[in-house]
């Protein structure tokens, strides 16, 4: 297995993380989940751009040129002796004896690295379960930021019920779930949470936002309770490695039938087509 390091490919064995790095000591730092398929990375700009805009809403500079670290990638895809797969990326504040404030003049550190993710049919065909938790992480979760406790907490909720995500409410509001956004469709219109500092704008948000538009199916960004979530005709969430998929239930309430609903296999559909 490879490693991209900055600007070098090197063998996994030859990278080591200082016991200093201020991402392993602060979580100081930001990263991405990048999709391939059949070799070729999936939105790749629109995840660039993201990583772009959390790296300076937290000011650390990316430690090469955007143009080489993207021909860096696909290099790196083509180390990987599969097409489908996820590059995991991030991007640290870099190595300094332990200061909670900025160190000054101290480079950042990039590691992104692949492993295989196939398509997961069963969940995208059968659809998935998930709980309610609260949302109780801060309020700058459009950035995406190292700083995952509350959602793996959330998430190993979810596992120990049976489930595969937790819903975040906040005051009330559905938010997302721990690793990915959701949307609830009512008299064949979509709803999902406005993209503002209390969701991270899923690059599959994006594109499920095109694949709406291209179908004629409205989408609205409005506030939702827990209540309305459950009382929709379809429910299903989206991230980079489960695509769009079917929720069933939410909170042990089913939705509708208990069934994928229509709009949430058109949506499948148009999302496959894009990948073929
Ligand atoms: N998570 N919301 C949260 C909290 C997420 O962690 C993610 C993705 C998303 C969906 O974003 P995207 O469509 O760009 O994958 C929404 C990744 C997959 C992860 O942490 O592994």
Same mark, same amino acid.
């Given at each position: 297995q490879y490693v991209l390091r900055n600007d070098e490919i090197l063998p996994r064995d030859l990278v080591h993380i200082d016991i200093e790095d201020r991402g392993y000591q602060f979580g100081d730092g930001v990263y991405e989940v990048i999709r391939f398929y059949d070799g070729k990375l999936f939105h790749i700009e629109e995840h660039l751009n993201r990583l772009l805009g959390s790296l300076s809403s937290i000011e &650390? +500079? %990316?430690? %090469?040129?955007v143009d080489v670290m993207l021909s860096k990638l696909q290099e790196l895809v083509e180390t +990987?002796?599969?097409k489908e797969g996820k590059i995991y990326l991030q991007v640290t504040r870099g190595v300094h004896p332990r200061i909670h404030s900025f160190p000054e003049g101290v480079p950042p550190l990039l590691i992104a690295y692949c492993s295989e993710a196939k398509r997961n049919f069963e969940q995208l065909d059968n659809g998935i379960h998930a709980i309610a938790v609260p949302?109780? !992480?801060? %309020? !700058?979760?459009?950035i995406k930021s190292l700083n995952l406790l509350p959602n793996t907490i959330a998430k190993q909720k979810a596992a120990e019920r049976g489930a595969v995500e937790a819903i975040f409410v906040r005051n009330g509001i559905v938010t997302e779930c721990s690793a990915s956004n959701i949307y609830g469709v009512k008299d064949g219109s979509i709803y999902t949470h406005p993209?503002?500092? %209390? &969701?991270?704008?899923g690059i599959t948000r994006q594109v499920t936002k095109k694949l709406a538009k291209q179908a004629n199916i409205p989408w609205i960004e409005a506030e939702f309770t827990l209540e309305d979530l459950q009382a929709m005709d379809e429910v299903f969430a989206s991230n980079t490695i489960i695509e769009i998929c079917p929720v069933l239930s939410v909170a042990n309430v089913p939705i509708k039938d208990g069934k994928p609903g229509t709009v949430t296999r058109e949506l499948q559909k148009l999302f496959s087509d894009k990948i073929a």
């Open positions: &650390i +500079a %990316l430690p %090469l040129p +990987a002796d599969y949302d109780d !992480r801060w %309020l !700058r979760v459009n993209s503002n500092h %209390l &969701i991270l704008n």
